[in-house]
């Protein structure tokens, strides 16, 4: 069974940083693309991020693009997020998901990748 908890979350000043976790079980991590997933009250899934099983590939939706960062440690079994410079509108919860094979997906098959039960991040003055 696909296991994913995410951690990090927090309350920040825009223009502060957080760094969100994620601790994979339950499948063969170096094997598969994993990503991040936002969502904010009222609104639907937003692709945050992905990331290639060997972490070749990165890809970055454009409203953190220059940034947040990606990274993995297969060895851990452990997804990163650094989120840097956030603004409000990165408020959302974050989530981690499973992505169905090693090559990224982007946004395409969002709505059916495991994902984890999120972490909040909150960006208020």
């Known amino acids: 069974e696909v296991q994913l908890v995410e951690s990090g979350g927090g309350l920040v000043q825009p223009g502060e940083s957080l760094r969100l976790s994620c601790a994979a079980s339950?499948?063969?991590?170096?094997?598969?693309?994993m990503a991040w997933v936002r969502q904010a009250p009222g609104k639907g899934p937003e692709w945050v991020s992905d990331?290639?099983?060997?972490?070749?590939?990165?890809n970055y939706a454009d409203s953190v693009k220059g940034r947040f960062t990606i990274s993995r440690d297969n060895a851990k079994s452990t997804l990163y997020l650094q989120l840097n410079s956030l603004k409000t509108e990165d408020t959302a919860m974050y989530y981690c998901?499973?992505?169905?094979?090693?090559?990224?997906?982007?946004?395409?098959?969002?709505?059916?990748?495991?994902r984890g039960q999120g972490t909040q991040v909150t960006v208020s003055s």
């Open positions: 339950g499948f063969t991590f170096r094997s598969y693309a």
């Open positions: 990331i290639s099983g060997s972490a070749t590939y990165t």
């Open positions: 998901a499973k992505q169905p094979g090693f090559a990224t997906s982007g946004r395409w098959g969002l709505s059916s990748w495991p």
